[in-house]
């Protein structure tokens, strides 16, 4: 398929798929592209993920960005995770430990240049193990963020050069609760403690009652993103 084709054929299936379930979305994209992969992050979106690749497609990759700076509670959602479905995950480490990036760019660099920062632990290697594949598939929704209101359930992604899957792009977030609850699915402990969204833990706080879900991240910048996702 040129670029053009492609990108007619996403167009076609983002309308197709629009009301259409998660599940069905996955099958799709894992039969038309049999060389994709899963990004998980073990918050509440990408546990619902795994669980349903695991029904629909139990061989297809599953990565994570390890920062080595998540909370604990994340490593160990990772481990019960791993050992339930019976799978590894791929773990996809940034070129400069924690060390050479505090010898190379200043300690605590996320407190400083939290951009820079996301950039040498999240985003370039992202973008490293993203060449390996024709698709990928994320667990963004639309209401999370103004900047993710517009996602289509299947977009090209301009950033990356590939097809992005996000099949849970319409849900909210009860429905992102009801799947974990009604499947009995295991989640990161963090979110009954008012972490709603779980990133870095030196980029993560609690929210208040009544803040947006994404207020814990970043807390006191501008920033809202990692970068991983446009
Ligand atoms: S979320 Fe924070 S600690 Fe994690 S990579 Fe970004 S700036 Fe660094």
């Known amino acids: 398929m040129n670029l053009f084709e492609k990108e007619r054929w996403i167009n076609?299936?983002?309308?197709?798929?629009?009301?259409?379930?998660?599940?069905?979305?996955?099958?799709?994209?894992v039969e038309k592209f049999p060389n994709i992969t899963l990004a998980c992050s073990f918050g509440s979106e990408d546990v619902v993920l795994v669980?349903?690749?695991?029904?629909?497609?139990?061989?297809?990759?599953?990565?994570?960005?390890?920062?080595?700076?998540?909370?604990?509670?994340?490593?160990?959602?990772?481990?019960?995770?791993?050992?339930h479905y019976g799978v590894e995950f791929v773990q996809v480490l940034p070129k400069l430990t924690l060390e050479e990036q505090a010898a190379q760019y200043g300690e605590e660099l996320w407190k400083s240049q939290p951009?820079?920062?996301?950039?040498?632990?999240?985003?370039?290697?992202?973008?490293?193990?993203?060449?390996?594949y024709d698709a990928w598939i994320t667990g963004i929704r639309r209401d999370q963020a103004p900047t993710r209101a517009n996602s289509k359930k299947v977009e090209y992604d301009?950033?990356?050069g590939l097809v992005k899957?996000?099949?849970?792009?319409?849900?909210?977030?009860?429905?992102?609760?009801?799947?974990?609850?009604n499947n009995n699915i295991i989640y990161n402990p963090?979110?009954?403690?008012?972490?709603?969204?779980?990133?870095?833990?030196h980029c993560t706080r609690q929210v208040a009652a009544g803040e947006d879900p994404r207020a814990g991240r970043w807390a006191g910048f501008e920033k809202t993103e990692c970068g991983l996702h446009k």
């Open 190 to 201: 963090l979110h009954d403690r008012n972490y709603p969204s779980i990133g870095c833990e």
């Open 51 to 83: 669980d349903m690749l695991q029904k629909v497609s139990p061989k297809t990759d599953i990565f994570y960005l390890d920062t080595n700076v998540h909370f604990k509670e994340t490593y160990e959602t990772r481990d019960r995770l791993q050992q």
């Open 165 to 181: 899957f996000n099949p849970l792009a319409a849900w909210t977030s009860e429905d992102v609760w009801n799947y974990i609850r």
């Open 12 to 29: 076609e299936m983002a309308e197709k798929f629009e009301n259409q379930s998660p599940e069905a979305l996955i099958e799709l994209a």
């Open 158 to 160: 301009t950033k990356f």
């Open 115 to 132: 951009n820079q920062c996301c950039n040498i632990r999240k985003v370039d290697p992202l973008t490293d193990i993203l060449r390996n």
